[in-house]
């Protein structure tokens, strides 16, 4: 098995876990834990298309993010992968570019680093994974847990309507049919 | 809310966005307890595979729904029998929801 394969196959089995989680009660399995899998998903699904793309995979959480551009300059392979309108697919691509990064920014290591760019401190981060701090005006630093927080990506992934909805079935199609692609 | 006033909500949304669906159709549940829609999309990648989407009620829509988008190629599959519904999708009962019937 190759990197890419190895990728690719994560990220299908990581998808799976996902739809469990998500067809489960929210009383019994919190949103950061349906996110989670979604995060760790596409992650591993992007870096097996960086991978066949020829561009570095590296050890970093950015990797979804990246891929929108990619695959929106990519007409070859929006036609290989069976986009009956590969033009409009990458313009929808370009224009969610914000909603992959969303989803990239679940992770901690990415959440820290998007905290930082705020002037705040890594651990202030909200992710999915581990719990972060804010300042708070009277009693000073409180800490939150992903298990009860309400993240805004949930309703993108999770929504019946919008920009949301169409990136997760892209999203389910390209890991049903990366293999065609060149 | 009543059912077919959460349908044209629901499509109205779906229509609203840049990347809209070019069709929208109803396959109304007898019991109005389900909401379940095909929509077209060309954004998508073809697989030749119906995967239909199901989401719990929510304060917009109090109505379980299923949602499955498609490509043309798909929905022209599924016209003429060659892509398969589950049970209670029934085509001869399918309605287009257009934009000027969801307003």
């Known amino acids: ?29 919190s949103e950061c834990h349906v996110l989670h899998y979604y995060q760790m998903a596409t992650e ?13 995979v590296g050890k970093t959480h950015f990797a979804f993010g990246r891929i929108a551009a990619i695959l929106a300059g990519r ?14 697919t990458a313009r929808f691509l370009a224009r969610a570019d914000a909603l992959f990064r969303q989803i990239e920014n679940l992770s901690p290591d990415t959440a820290g680093k998007a905290a930082k760019e705020k002037g705040l401190a890594a651990d202030q981060g909200p992710n999915v994974e581990y719990p972060w701090w804010q300042e708070h005006p009277a009693t000073g630093p409180e800490w939150l847990a992903p298990a009860a927080h309400t993240f805004p990506a949930y309703q993108t992934v999770t929504a019946a309507s919008g920009d949301g909805l169409t990136l997760r079935v892209f999203v389910e199609r390209l890991l049903q049919g990366y293999d065609r692609i060149p | 809310m009543p059912y077919m006033q959460a349908v044209r909500k629901l499509v109205m949304w779906h229509l609203d966005t840049e990347y809209r669906p070019s069709q929208a159709f109803l396959f109304p549940d007898a019991d109005e307890a389900v909401i379940r829609l095909i929509e077209v999309s060309d954004v998508i990648p073809e697989t030749g595979e119906f995967r239909p989407l199901k989401f719990g ?44 019937a969801a307003a």
């Open chain 1, 1 to 29: 098995m190759t990197q890419e394969e190895a990728f690719l196959a994560q990220a299908r089995s990581d998808y799976l876990v996902f739809e469990r989680l998500q067809e489960a009660a929210r009383s019994d399995v």
């Open chain 1, 44 to 56: 591993k699904l992007a870096k097996a298309l960086l991978a066949r793309v020829g561009h570095p």
């Open chain 1, 75 to 88: 007409q070859d392979i929006l036609t290989a992968i069976g986009c009956p309108n590969p033009p409009v």
């Open chain 2, 57 to 100: 009620p929510t304060e917009g829509i109090p109505y379980e729904t299923i949602v499955a988008l498609v490509t043309p190629g798909e929905w022209r599959m599924i016209q003429t029998g060659q892509l398969a519904l589950p049970q209670g999708w029934d085509l001869g009962t399918a309605v287009e929801v257009t934009e000027e």
